[in-house]
């Protein structure tokens, strides 16, 4: 896809995002059960934005002794934009999850969590790295 | 087979309440999200306290608590629309408000920690 085409489809989901009348529209009313699913599946993505910006915070707070400053501000804006970034997904994958229910569709399929799988795995290793050698220095 | 035989899939029932909980396990769902805005918001103050800058500090912790406060009008109103029998599904309007308040915090955040390294 072009940069402009892909420019275009993020303005059209975040229209969806904005837009229920036209989600209602389309297909059928779900069983509630699955809206419920679909909810909490949701706030379940909420809260890994929110342990994401904590974990952000705690980096900042408390590897005080194991990191430089700038160290520390760099690896906590990461985790907080990864947070910002999983709270937007949270909303985009909810609206896409919901249409798709409606029209009987199968559910998006997303690289998001293998993205983000890897990513916290590298943090984490950076992580046991530094401080072990923290302690070791 | 209608799927009767003992061990196999049962067919689904129409009943008041749903035998699988759905309304209480999304209610529970919310209570874990206000908890962990709670922490992650406990862990935000903490961070302000630290600011050399007093007045950004004073600014994000206000704007902190002021979305806090919108999670909990949130899961407040979603927990009583939970009630009925067969509940509607969440408005799309309260999902981004719900993403909103949550970015506001990161948004907070992330002004305290570039402060706090640059001031």
Redesign the interface.
């Known amino acids: 896809m072009s940069g402009f085409g892909r420019l275009r489809a993020a303005r059209e989901s975040v229209g969806l995002w904005f837009a229920p009348e036209r989600v209602r529209s389309e297909g059928t009313t779900p069983d509630y059960r699955f809206s419920l699913a679909n909810e909490r599946t949701f706030l379940a993505w909420i809260r890994t934005a929110l342990a994401l910006i904590g974990g952000g915070f705690a980096v900042d707070q408390f590897l005080t002794d194991h990191l430089t400053q700038w160290v520390r501000a760099a690896l906590a804006l990461a985790l907080l934009a990864g947070g910002v970034l999983c709270c937007l997904r949270a909303v985009n994958h909810w609206v896409r999850s919901e249409r798709a229910i409606r029209l009987g569709r199968s559910l998006p399929a997303s690289r998001f969590p293998a993205l983000l799988a890897v990513l916290v795995a590298v943090l984490g290793l950076a992580m046991v790295v530094v401080v072990v050698f923290g302690w070791a220095g | 087979m209608s799927g009767t035989e003992p061990g196999g899939p049962r067919p689904a029932v129409e009943t008041d309440r749903?035998p699988?909980l759905?309304?209480e396990?999304?209610r529970l769902?919310?209570r874990?999200?206000t908890l962990?805005?709670a922490?992650?918001g406990v862990?935000?103050v903490?961070?302000a306290l630290?600011a050399d800058d007093s007045a950004v500090g004073g600014i994000a912790v206000g704007l902190a608590a002021f979305g806090f406060l919108g999670i909990l009008v949130l899961a407040h109103r979603r927990l009583t629309g939970?009630d009925p029998a067969?509940?509607?599904?969440?408005?799309?309007?309260w999902?981004?408000a719900?993403?909103a308040c949550?970015?506001l915090?990161?948004?907070c955040?992330?002004a305290l920690?570039?402060w706090?390294?640059t001031g």
């Open positions: 749903d699988g759905q309304p396990r999304t769902a919310w874990r999200t962990s805005w922490v992650a862990l935000a903490r961070q630290r939970l067969r509940p509607e599904a969440l408005p799309n309007r999902a981004v719900a993403a949550t970015l915090l990161a948004l955040g992330a920690v570039w706090g390294s």
